[in-house]
């Protein structure tokens, strides 16, 4: 059964789609050197929970100072309220 409708307009074109932008410097020293770090630090003994946590820590200083240069106050404000909870988790004698 064909789906040519005599009289029916022509389908419209689908508009271009803009060219990927290619990954800049720093967008590919983040890909890399934070596995390498890491692996860095468990071959050198720090235990893989402490290479885990500091890590963690410096994506989240990277994601909250560009969330700031952008003005970005809602990521900003979750990241700030993350960061206050999982430090009231990690004092002692926390609940």
């Known amino acids: ?5 005599p009289g029916a307009s022509a389908p419209q074109p689908e508009p271009a789609r803009t060219a990927a932008r290619p990954l800049t410097c720093p967008q590919i ?17 720090v235990p893989v929970d ?5 890590l963690a820590g ?11 240069a952008g003005g970005g106050r809602r990521l900003l404000t979750a990241l700030a ?3 206050v909870r999982t430090a009231a988790s990690t004092e002692p004698g926390a609940k």
Not at 1 to 5: A, D, E, L, N, Y
Not at 29 to 45: D, E, K, N, Q, R
Not at 50 to 54: A, F, G, I, N
Not at 58 to 68: E, L, N, Q, S, W
């Open 1 to 5: 059964m064909s789906t040519h409708h």
């Open 29 to 45: 020293c983040g890909i890399t050197v934070f596995p390498l770090l890491g692996a860095g630090l468990a071959v050198a003994g």
């Open 50 to 54: 402490e290479v885990l946590t500091l």
């Open 58 to 68: 410096c994506g989240a200083i990277g994601a909250g100072t560009i969330a700031a």
């Open 81 to 83: 309220t993350a960061a």
